[in-house]
């Protein structure tokens, strides 16, 4: 069994997004302010779709076929050396990769990624095979449960939730190490989540579960 959770930290993408709005003359902090502002106004919530999102870091905590648990967090200042190195520990070790409603937003944020840096993806990250959304693995309607409501229900570690805004603003001001810390403890929330999970449907007994957390 080897498994990989993982968790993405995205800012806007201030080039792309300066172009479409015709913002040019901006810093980076007003090219940001300007594209939630126009998000708002036209969605009635800041979150920027998916195309306009840059990836700054990916945490991930991977079950290698040994059951030992590796962490790794990529934020090199090069996006396409990050996702180079993420799909190519993906297609070593071919884990299931377990995301809280990747399906959509990772994904499609990844697939944006890929194609603007002309990257190859893993062919083991592109068969939807091999993923497991958490959401939808446990909410039966459309709605998204936020993450951090469920890793408090069991009781795990939780740093303050993050919106999109809150995130650029910490790039902007240099608090990546705080950034990097909040993605990491996502990815280890989604993998005790899931090993939770795991328990509880059978797939594994309560002696491997108690392992693997501890592990």
Not at 72 to 95: A, G
Not at 98 to 125: C, L
Not at 165 to 184: N, P
């Amino acid at each position: 069994m080897s498994i990989l959770a993982y968790s993405l930290i995205t800012i806007p993408d201030f080039s792309t997004g300066s172009k479409l709005h015709d913002l040019q003359g901006l810093d980076d902090k007003g090219t940001a302010k300007a594209l939630f502002h126009l998000q708002a106004q036209q969605s009635g919530d800041e979150c920027l779709p998916s195309y306009l999102q840059q990836i700054v870091a990916i945490s991930m905590v991977l079950l290698d076929h040994d059951e030992k648990v590796q962490t790794v967090t990529l934020k090199d200042d090069q996006e396409v050396d990050s996702l180079n190195t993420f799909f190519d520990i993906i297609e070593s070790y071919k884990p299931t990769i377990v995301t809280w409603d990747g399906e959509y937003f990772n994904a499609e944020v990844i697939g944006y990624r890929s194609i603007k840096h002309a990257i190859q993806m893993s062919p083991h990250y592109e068969n939807k095979d091999n993923h497991f959304n958490l959401n939808d693995a446990m909410v039966s309607s459309s709605a998204v449960t936020p993450l951090d409501d469920i890793a408090t229900l069991l009781g795990l570690d939780v740093q303050e939730n993050k919106n999109s805004r809150e995130i650029c603003e910490s790039y902007l001001a240099s608090e990546q190490d705080d950034l990097y810390g909040y993605c990491e403890s996502n990815a280890l929330n989604i993998y005790q989540i899931y090993l939770r999970y795991q328990l509880s449907h059978g797939e594994i007994n309560e002696e491997n579960y108690l392992r693997l957390i501890k592990e």
